[in-house]
């Protein structure tokens, strides 16, 4: 496995153009040029004798190594080490990027150099430059050491504040998702500068607990970016995958070759994932948003940090690596995303509150006026109902008053009669005066009757619209008794209505019914014809239910109106006088203080069917 792993590595350096060392070299002899010692690490020396005569000449410069990774450096004069960073055999480590810094008053000036450095791994075998001698103390282990030790302290404070500020304000799956993210990414930090903190442990187990950190920190990162949907859930997957065949390979390795090559597997899909993730904040003009902005800050410093120590690891270019400062603030930026989307989703919660209380107002106002116009509308129903009423009594209180005038000046005549006419003519003219008196008594008689029935029908009607309660009656004869009350305008209209139906015993609010039919008579008389027409009433028992059918077959509705004919203020009908309530109002009453639903089909010059059905409470 070794074997595959190093030649593998050294075939994606070779594609990159990464050499072991520069060649225009001229002040180190090379002794071992990265020769394989007993113990499987990997050696390279070179002496040099001019460096020592330079320092004494400038003993406020340094000599500054290069950083090998994952390697253990000496300085040596006279087989003596004045300086090392971590041991030959890796059995304890100082950190994986620090390189030798040498003050030059240490040297004499006319010593000979011997710079050895073992290398973990043959991937990590090469370096960029010679040591060389710098005016200044190089900040190259500030970048290399320092901030892996603050980022870790950094990341770990993190993973407690997420928690402390987030919990039960986020989602937990995305609150789990940046902790572990921190979590685990600190861990990469504390694996490559281990020694520095007072860790003791070996090369290989540091390069387990970095690497695995490293990618499982990206792994929950990456579902973070899934939560928020930057990354697709097929890529998010895929990733997932890609990191468990890494994360196998490094914990499964013996040598820091095959560690290396687990960790090289996630390197292009991070990458590929990141710049998606980015992409789609801008195309979709998520960034907008102050929270998004926020998210694609820490993106860009993300990736550039990213990029920056890929192209180090690679071998690509000599830099510092800036993990520590790009992730950190990454993860910062994310924090600060996170609770600006809190405080939006309190403030749009807050303003929320404030729409719905406005809006249970408006509803509550809705409400009282329409209590209000059923209100009106009743008395409305009443002052037609007395119109048509003082209108029906004007012909039965006419035959009575003409009945009663007859009956007064045939008795007149009668009497007169008596006094005049010869004693053979008295008992033919009883007989006739006889039957005119009975004839005009029935006349007066059916008269009063109707004008009885009409005031007894108007009496329970006006009762029924006046007082709201429910009681039992029977809707059928309900009906036809408030037909009874329609039937003036009915006639003068020439309209028939046809009732027939089940004998349905109920219990309710009977007045709602009258307004219901008188207000479908109304519209019926007022569009569907000009003169003359039948309706149609049916009643059907359906147990639960009271289906009523109520059909005409006049010029019917156009089908682009039929969607609107329940709207308050809709009418058709110009200037017959109508404001398009009545079916408005019948619509709430049948389906808000009955329960129940009202479907209306029809068709131009065909007719209109209104289907009403509303529970059946038969008792109280």
Request: hydrophobic fraction near 40%; glycine fraction near 6%.
């Amino acid at each position: 496995m070794n074997e595959i792993a190093i030649t593998i590595l050294l075939f994606l350096s070779s594609i990159l153009g990464v050499e072991s060392y520069p060649t225009n070299n001229q002040q180190w002899e090379i002794v071992n040029d990265w020769k394989k010692n007993s113990e499987g690490y990997f050696l390279f020396s070179a002496t040099n004798s001019s460096i020592a005569e330079e320092c004494k000449n400038n003993p406020s410069f340094y000599i500054e190594f290069p950083s090998i990774i994952h390697s253990s450096s000496q300085l040596k004069i006279n087989d003596k080490i004045i300086a090392s960073t971590g041991l030959p055999d890796f059995t304890h480590i100082r950190g994986f990027y620090g390189s030798l810094i040498v003050p030059c008053f240490q040297l004499q000036g006319n010593e000979v150099l011997t710079w050895e450095v073992v290398s973990y791994t043959k991937y990590f075998a090469r370096f960029h430059y010679f040591p060389r001698i710098v005016e200044h103390y190089p900040a190259a282990n500030f970048f290399k050491e320092s901030l892996n030790i603050a980022g870790a302290s950094i990341l770990l404070a993190l993973c407690v504040l997420y928690r402390v500020l987030f919990i039960k304000k986020i989602s937990r799956e995305k609150l789990i998702s940046l902790f572990f993210a921190n979590f685990f990414t600190s861990l990469y930090f504390i694996g490559n500068s281990a020694g520095l903190m007072g860790i003791s442990i070996s090369m290989l187990t540091a390069h387990k607990i970095a690497d695995s950190g490293l990618w499982l920190g990206f792994l929950f990162f990456i579902n973070f970016l899934y939560l928020e949907n930057l990354v697709l859930y097929w890529m998010n997957f895929a990733y997932k995958i890609s990191t468990l065949i890494a994360l196998i390979i490094i914990f499964t390795s013996s040598t820091g070759d095959e560690i290396q090559l687990g960790t090289t597997i996630p390197f292009i899909p991070s990458l590929i994932l990141l710049s998606l993730a980015m992409k789609n904040l801008i195309n979709k003009d998520l960034y907008k948003s102050r929270a998004r902005k926020f998210q694609l800050i820490g993106l860009i410093s993300f990736l550039i940090s990213y990029l920056n120590d890929s192209s180090l690891v690679l071998g690509i270019l000599d830099v510092v690596p800036i993990a520590p400062i790009g992730w950190i603030g990454n993860y910062i930026f994310i924090l600060l995303s996170v609770n600006e989307s809190i405080s939006s989703t309190y403030a749009e919660r807050d303003q929320l509150k404030i729409l719905t209380n406005q809006l249970k107002q408006t509803n509550e106002n809705l409400t009282r006026t329409q209590d209000e116009l059923i209100k009106s509308e009743k008395m409305a129903v009443m002052g037609r109902a007395v119109a048509r009423i003082a209108h029906e009594l004007n012909t039965p209180i006419y035959l009575v008053r003409s009945s009663v005038q007859n009956i007064q000046t045939q008795t007149q005549k009668f009497l007169k009669s008596l006094n005049t006419q010869n004693p053979e003519n008295l008992f033919s003219n009883t007989k006739q005066y006889e039957s005119d008196l009975n004839k005009m008594t029935k006349s007066l008689m059916a008269s009063a009757s109707k004008a009885a029935e009409l005031v007894k029908n108007f009496k329970e009607i006006s009762t029924d619209q006046i007082n709201v309660k429910k009681k039992d009656f029977q809707l059928l004869d309900y009906i036809r008794k408030s037909l009874v009350t329609m039937e003036a305008e009915l006639s003068r209209k020439k309209i028939e209505v046809r009732l027939k139906g089940d004998e349905v015993l109920m219990h309710n609010d009977p007045g709602l019914f009258y307004q219901v039919i008188q207000n479908l008579i109304t519209n019926v008389q007022k569009y569907a014809y000009d003169t003359g027409g039948v309706v149609d009433i049916e009643i059907k028992d359906l147990n639960d239910k009271v289906k009523i059918t109520f059909a005409d077959y006049g010029k019917g509705i156009s089908e682009e109106n039929i969607p609107k004919i329940f709207d308050a203020f809709f009418t058709t009908g110009g200037g017959s006088g109508g404001v398009g309530l009545g079916l408005n109002i019948v619509y709430k009453i049948i389906t808000q203080t009955l329960e129940g639903e009202i479907i209306c089909s029809s068709a131009v010059k065909s007719g209109t069917i209104f289907t009403i059905t509303i529970p059946n409470i038969k008792t109280s």
